[in-house]
């Protein structure tokens, strides 16, 4: 009994954690989404955002543009993790850590050099950052995401059960089919948390796209800036409980896909 009871007394710091920093800013969030600036329940927050095409058309880019480095980010990292996971390839940390390394720098100054290294680059062509504001921001978004898609790769592939790939070859199957069949299904834990890493604060993102385009993209994360930094706390909060909306769908989504790949993958050839 003492023992159970000195267990149940370690979870109190995280119990007092989750009520403190998660569930109360929550709470606060849900009640500026429906009030209005003297308190009172409304909808006006609501109506504004569904109505404002404006407000749904920087929604729907933010969400294409997420797609879209989700899946930049994992076409170049995927071959990188497997290079780096091949112990016939890789045999040291090294490599990885140099992968992982840039990530340990500022974001915020981390953006602008890259900026600056970009502007001299556009400049050998004449050109300026400012007159390929979607180039820059993807360029922006791939070089600063990259690593948090590596790792994720990385740390499944080197769990790989080698031996359902060498039967998968015994079986006949040629390179192709055995990486769909036997290595893919193997990775597919590491691509969906992968994916998460990058789409959601894609979306919400707003200082590389601030930099990167010179103001001139405007992602979800930047009209929940600019709500909050012009004091309007209740169309910035609806905002921000739209983004837990699509955080909670997407998490219970990909866990459904995740659950049910694992239950298939055993027999997936």
């Not at 680059?121 to 007159?131: A, C, D, N, S, V």
């Not at 790792?151 to 040629?174: F, Q, V």
Request: glycine share 6%; net charge positive.
């Amino acid at each position: 009994m003492k023992d159970r009871a000195f267990r149940k007394s370690l979870a109190i710091p995280f119990a007092l954690f989750l009520i403190l920093f998660i569930i109360i800013p929550i709470l606060f969030i849900i009640f500026y989404a429906f009030t209005d600036s003297n308190g009172y329940f409304t909808f006006n927050a609501f109506k504004e955002f569904f109505t404002s095409t404006t407000k749904l058309n920087v929604l729907l880019i933010s969400v294409l543009i997420g797609l879209f480095n989700t899946l930049l980010c994992l076409l170049i990292a995927y071959p990188l993790a497997y290079l780096l996971s091949n112990p016939k390839i890789n045999k040291s940390y090294i490599l990885v850590l140099l992968f992982v390394l840039p990530s340990w720098i500022n974001f915020v100054l981390r953006t602008g050099a890259l900026r600056d290294l970009l502007s001299i680059i556009l400049g050998w062509f004449h050109t300026t950052t400012g007159q390929h504001p979607l180039f820059c921001t993807m360029v922006g978004m791939v070089l600063n995401y990259l690593p948090f898609t590596i790792l994720p790769l990385y740390s499944t592939m080197l769990k790989i059960d080698y031996s359902r790939i060498e039967a998968a070859k015994d079986l006949g199957c040629n390179p192709f089919k055995t990486f769909c069949k036997a290595y893919f299904p193997q990775t597919l834990a590491g691509v969906i948390s992968a994916s998460m890493m990058v789409f959601m604060p894609t979306i919400s993102s707003y200082v590389i796209s601030d930099t990167m385009s010179e103001g001139k993209i405007m992602l979800f994360g930047n009209s929940i800036y600019l709500s909050f930094s012009n004091s309007d706390w209740n169309g910035g909060s609806f905002m921000s409980l739209i983004m837990l909306v699509i955080i909670f769908l997407c998490m219970l989504l990909t866990g459904k896909f995740q659950k049910e790949s694992e239950k298939g993958g055993s027999g997936s050839w």
